[in-house]
């Protein structure tokens, strides 16, 4: 069974920055693709960054060139470095792991971003 836990999230002011992360248990971490959603009150959960087991990236259009998407397959770990921050960044942040089509969700972790 996969377990994903986040943290990192909070309150901060506009322009400011949030390091986000997410341990995952299982032995097969490695070779999954891992992604970081978003979901704000009353819209639906959206894609913002997905890194693949080699280390491809692809993010959001609305987040390129703002945010950063890591993995350390030592720590069964990855981060997403949230940088420049905006109101509109405001969500609850999710970590989810795909492994051959198996979804495997986190309770995510809020950031708030006040203008």
């Known amino acids: 069974q996969v377990q994903l836990v986040e943290s990192g999230g909070g309150l901060v002011q506009a322009g400011g920055s949030l390091r986000l992360s997410c341990v995952a248990s299982?032995?097969?971490?490695?070779?999954?693709?891992m992604g970081w959603y978003r979901q704000a009150p009353g819209k639906q959960r959206e894609l913002v960054a997905v890194?693949?087991?080699?280390?491809?990236?692809n993010y959001a259009d609305s987040v390129k060139d703002r945010f950063t998407i890591s993995r350390d397959n030592t720590k069964n770990t990855v981060y997403l470095q949230t940088d420049s921050l905006k109101p509109g960044d405001t969500a609850d942040y999710y970590c989810?792991?795909?492994?051959?089509?198996?979804?495997?969700w986190g309770k995510g972790t809020l950031v708030t971003v006040s203008s």
């Open positions: 299982g032995s097969f971490f490695s070779i999954a693709l």
């Open positions: 989810n792991l795909n492994f051959y089509g198996a979804n495997y």
């Open positions: 890194i693949t087991s080699s280390g491809s990236t």
